[in-house]
């Protein structure tokens, strides 16, 4: 868990500053700077332009805007006209005068070497700190450089506005022949590159005799920021004797894709000298993407639904597993850690590869091992795992009249929830293309890995890879691609490949055609897998539909990692948030991603309904199919499995009959549905009710009983009627009723 | 947890007897809690209408799994 806080603080690339900022020879904080900007506020700007510049209103007239070089607009449309917008926070700001800072006199004092940019920056932020500085310029003027650039009419008022408080002692045609000649605490050489460098490198910094520091930079902006940065690390060895190079931003290692953010050409002639108005500043500025990386946050919908980004989710997640007080509260990230959807979108879209999903499955395990995890995010899921592998629904067997398999067919336990002729069709299929092909009917795990309870989850994997082995190793052909992926990260002697690129490989011709258009739906967990996307496109091309592609990376559908008991705003969120990626309707292979949407009205089709010709009308159109409930999904499970066994395999396999008759009325099957709640579980609150007359009598005679099944309460009002019983309502809750 | 309206009269169907509201301690997540709740006097048969399930209930129970 500590090796994903390390690989943050060396990979994330969240905290980089943008390329700007980071090419500019002051460091200025652009970012800042627009913002100020956007809102209107020049003067607010100009300040933080003028404290970091020095001199204002000489750099935004002379700067080459290293920044606008840089700027990845300019990949799109335009860079940003920084510097017509430091002009234009210059323009509207009417008391330019710097700040007067009211500290004790210093006792030491600093002779300059030259009164270029880069001696005239070191003497305003020392003489600002109140030191005593004393400038030595060679020639009769001061501004070296400047006079290129600039006209001395034009910067001699501008550079005595900046030392209006604080003055230094100027001593113009002194030739320095040696530093030994000073009488000062520290010396700054800035005497420009054709000057006299008394013997030292040409080395930016603190040089190797004590007190004495040499200038930097071609460009006179670069001499400046030279000069402004060495007056810090003179103070610093004024204060501590120690010797040290001025501090020196790192290079960014921000990466951006251009194409992330939309084109929007500037509002202004760029080409003219005229000083922008407020309007047009303003509208330039807004331009302005502030870069920062923001990858994951874009594009993950966990991050966008708590606003954190992984450093925060990190910190958070790390006191919720190890919370800082006794009583163990301030578990602040437990739901957040039961939310991710598992779908590598975090992964995908991370210039550096950050896997923040993994973080929280980790997570999510050492919550669940310690017991401080809610038994409620899961149990139902686990539940519905255990009913999907014991002897209700599971099939695990060669193909009827065989002795061993070259291949397995693996179709999941969502796809014969959702449908099961998905599941008979397919089988059918494939025993006629591979007659041996056995049969893996089962869920595989996932449910246990979501949950972070591994033990489960290993002797469920154990299971799988047992009849696996007594199969003779077959490939496995898998229909959902969540098994694919448990098979891909935990059982990889398990070679296999999708159902769909099987087909495609085998030139399968659909029975039917269809007049649709519907847009391709990818399920996350198909993520990766170019050929099973190809497969699937080259089939769905073969039955006439019209296809729309998404624009956008591929994203979960909101089932995965069956968040819905623990996030259910994230969960409908989601749904929505997906639903409205089309007008049109989606065409997936993913029984989840089918049923999730169909559930919240999105109208989605499981690929194998054009493929098997299953539910398409005379006119060759799709027929809508509803979301089967939890309880129609495990009776679909349960009718699967019997029709399985006596279509293929000729054998004659009762399902477990139901206990009790009951009674539900349309409207409560809805509620339960919602609720997910089973009606075999209310049975069994009965059946304990009847049996032990544990039960209250209500006025209007009906009676009220509960029963605790797992870890939930179920209560059930209920009547008896004729051979069975009419159910009035039922309900659940988390807590337990004690003593 | 607020007080049970339910001016329902229910009977125990063992003892035949009416509920009354009596102390009931409820555990959730490693806490401890307790409200009145209608009970038989005798075998300690409860009951918990969904009013109160669907409302305070459902509300402790979800600052529990925030805690």
């Not at chain 1, 017509?84 to 710097?98: G, H, M």
């Not at chain 1, 070679?495 to 391709?520: I, R, T, W």
């Not at chain 1, 949407?597 to 299953?614: P, T, Y």
Request: with cysteine; charged share 30%.
């Amino acid at each position: 868990m500590r090796e994903f806080q390390k690989l943050l603080q060396q990979d994330c690339l969240r905290d980089e500053p943008p390329f700007c900022a980071s090419a500019c020879p002051f460091n200025l904080d652009i970012r800042d700077f627009i913002s100020k900007t956007q809102r209107g506020s020049f003067s607010t700007a100009f300040r933080l332009y003028q404290n970091t510049v020095g001199f204002p209103e000489i750099v935004a007239q002379i700067c080459p805007a290293y920044c606008q070089n840089v700027c990845i607009r300019q990949e799109r449309d335009e860079s940003i006209a920084l510097k017509k917008l430091e002009q234009a926070s210059i323009a509207y700001t009417k008391n330019k005068r710097p700040n007067r800072y009211h500290l004790p006199k210093k006792r030491q004092k600093v002779a300059i070497i030259g009164a270029g940019l880069a001696g005239l920056g070191c003497a305003l932020r020392l003489t600002a700190r109140k030191y005593e500085v004393v400038i030595y310029e060679k020639t009769g003027q001061i501004g070296g450089g400047l006079k290129d650039l600039m006209t001395e009419e034009e910067y001699l008022p501008l550079i005595e506005e900046q030392f209006i408080h604080d003055k230094y002692q100027l001593y113009l045609n002194q030739r320095i022949e040696t530093l030994d000649e000073l009488e000062a605490d520290a010396i700054f050489i800035a005497t420009g590159q054709s000057g006299d460098h008394f013997g030292f490198e040409n080395r930016e910094g603190a040089t190797e005799k004590k007190g004495v520091f040499f200038f930097g930079g071609q460009h006179p902006v670069e001499k400046l920021a030279s000069g402004l940065s060495m007056a810090a690390a003179i103070e610093g060895y004024l204060k501590s004797d120690v010797m040290r190079d001025p501090v020196k931003p790192e290079p960014t290692r921000l990466k951006m894709d251009p194409e992330s953010f939309p084109i929007q050409e500037p509002q202004i002639n760029l080409t003219e000298n005229a000083i922008l108005t407020q309007e047009e500043a303003i509208a330039e500025a807004k331009r302005c993407l502030k870069c920062q990386c923001d990858a994951c946050l874009r594009h993950c919908d966990l991050m966008k639904f708590y606003g954190k980004a992984p450093k925060r989710i990190e910190e958070e997640v790390e006191i919720t597993i190890h919370p800082g007080t006794l009583d163990g509260d301030g578990t602040v990230a437990t739901r957040l850690i039961a939310t991710c959807n598992h779908c590598d979108v975090c992964k995908i879209v991370c210039p550096q590869g950050i896997d923040t999903g993994l973080f929280l499955l980790q997570s999510h395990r050492a919550m669940e091992e310690k017991g401080a995890m809610p038994w409620v995010f899961h149990e139902f899921w686990l539940r519905d795992m255990e009913f999907s592998n014991s002897e209700d629904a599971k099939i695990y067997s060669l193909a009827p009249g065989s002795t061993k398999a070259n291949f397995m067919y693996v179709p999941g336990c969502r796809l014969g929830g959702s449908n099961p002729e998905y599941v008979k069709a397919s089988y059918d299929y494939l025993l006629k293309e591979e007659k041996d092909t056995s049969l893996l009917l089962s869920c595989c795990g996932a449910p246990a890995l979501w949950a972070g309870d591994i033990p489960l989850f290993d002797s469920v994997l154990a299971d799988i890879k047992e009849a696996w082995q007594s199969f003779g190793q077959p490939q496995a052909i898998f229909a959902c691609s969540t098994c694919q992926r448990i098979f891909k990260d935990h059982l990889p002697e398990i070679e296999g490949l999708s159902l769909y690129e099987f087909m495609d490989a085998k030139n399968f011709e659909p029975a039917g055609q269809v007049k649709e258009q519907l847009c391709v739906f990818d399920p996350c967990q198909a993520a990766g897998h170019a050929e099973m996307q190809k497969a699937v496109r080259n089939l769905a091309a073969k039955t006439g539909l019209i296809m729309e592609e998404k624009d956008d990376v591929i994203k979960c559908c909101g089932w995965g990692g069956q968040v819905q008991i623990a996030n259910p705003r994230y969960f409908d969120g989601v749904v929505k948030s997906r639903s409205a990626d089309s007008d049109l309707g989606f065409l997936t292979y993913c029984a989840n991603c089918r049923d999730v949407f169909n559930a919240d009205n999105k109208e989605a089709h499981h690929l194998l309904d054009l493929l098997f010709n299953l539910n398409i009308d005379e006119e060759n159109k799709l027929k809508r199919r509803k979301t089967p409930g939890p309880a129609l999904n495990r009776l679909h499970r349960r009718t699967l499995k019997r029709d399985l066994l006596e279509q293929f395999f000729g054998e004659r396999w009762e399902m477990k009959k139901r206990n009790l008759k009951l009674y539900i009325s349309d409207q409560l099957k809805k509620k339960l549905d919602k609720e997910m709640i089973l009606p075999e579980d209310l049975e069994e609150v009965i059946t304990q009710a009847e049996n032990s007359g544990a039960k209250v009598v209500h006025s209007d005679g009906a009676f009220s009983a509960y029963l605790i099944i797992g870890q939930m309460t179920y209560w059930v009002k209920y009547r008896i009627k004729d051979d069975g019983f009419l159910l009035e309502n039922a309900y659940c809750h988390r807590m337990s009723i004690g003593d | 947890m607020e007080k049970e309206k339910n001016n329902e009269e229910l009977i125990c169907f063992r003892c035949q007897i009416p509920l009354v509201l009596e102390k009931t301690f409820f555990n959730y997540l490693d806490h401890t809690f307790f409200t009145d709740i209608p009970t038989c006097p005798k075998c300690k048969q409860k009951y918990i209408p969904e009013s109160l399930v669907k409302g305070r209930m459902a509300e402790v129970e979800k600052e529990l799994e925030d805690k």
